[in-house]
Antibody, heavy 116, light 107 residues
Framework: QVQLVQSGAEVEKPGASVKVSCKASGYTFGSYGVSWVRQAPGQGLEWMGW????????NYAQKFQGRVTMTTDTSTTTAYMELRSLTSDDTAVYYCARGNGHHDYWGQGTLVTVSS | DIQMTQSPSTLSASVGDRVTITCRAS??????LAWYQQKPGKAPKLLIH???RLESGVPSRFSGSGSGTEFTLTISSLQPDDFATYYCQHYNGYLWTFGQGTKVEVK
């Protein structure tokens, strides 16, 4: 069965970087892209960007351009999202989600807390 | 960027009610629209894609319609398991966005 399993919760200081992983299984990794979506406490869903697992092409939301990097490792069928220059506004649950537009499978979410 | 506006933000309803949620796009997006259900502490669940295509395993009381800039999600007879927050998401072009969400609560 399709599964996306994310890395565990992180606590970071302001100005630091965080890298979240998303291990995919149960399907042909290169056939689907992966989006990263975040949700601040009590807030809605925010699309951050998408990466093709086929060729590594990326599309980033304008808000995150220059501060986010999405990568994949096809040998381990894992997607990664790195966010730099963290502030308290980046405290959120970060989700990876499979899809090339709509998203049919989601990871369990990774809580990233930014606090001094 | 294309903005997605959902209405209402909160909806109070009873079991058995017919519920309709609207999502408007700031630009033409054809039928490139999905609907998700999210419960507290859980990842979103895909309900509908391409505006009206029901995802496998989703109950038939859920339906979607619309194209262009105006879309609706309808629950024909609200069930206890349907109290949740619903989001639309467009995927026209290369930059996608979610609506702000509609919380369906118990009346």
């Amino acid at each position: 069965q399709v599964q996306l399993v994310q890395s565990g919760a992180e606590v970071e200081k302001p100005g630091a970087s965080v890298k979240v992983s998303c291990k995919a299984s149960g399907y042909t990794f290169g056939s689907y892209g992966v989006s990263w979506v975040r949700q601040a406490p009590g807030q809605g869903l925010e699309w951050m960007g998408w990466i093709s697992a086929y060729n590594g092409n990326t599309n980033y939301a304008q808000k995150f351009q220059g501060r986010v990097t999405m990568t994949t490792d096809t040998s381990t069928t894992t997607a990664y999202m790195e966010l730099r220059s963290l502030t308290s506004d980046d405290t959120a649950v970060y989700y990876c989600a499979r899809g090339n537009g709509h998203h049919d499978y989601w990871g369990q979410g990774t809580l990233v807390t930014v606090s001094s | 960027d294309i903005q997605m506006t959902q209405s209402p933000s909160t909806l109070s309803a009873s079991v058995g009610d017919r519920v309709t949620i609207t999502c408007r796009a700031s630009q033409y997006i054809s039928a490139w629209l999905a609907w998700y259900q999210q419960k507290p502490g859980k990842a979103p669940k895909l309900l509908i894609h391409q505006a009206s295509r029901l995802e496998s395993g989703v109950p038939s009381r859920f339906s979607g319609s619309g194209s262009g800039t105006e879309f609706t999600l309808t629950i024909s007879s609200l069930q206890p398991d349907d109290f949740a927050t619903y989001y639309c998401q467009h995927y026209n072009g290369y930059l996608w966005t979610f609506g702000q969400g509609t919380k369906v609560e118990v009346k």
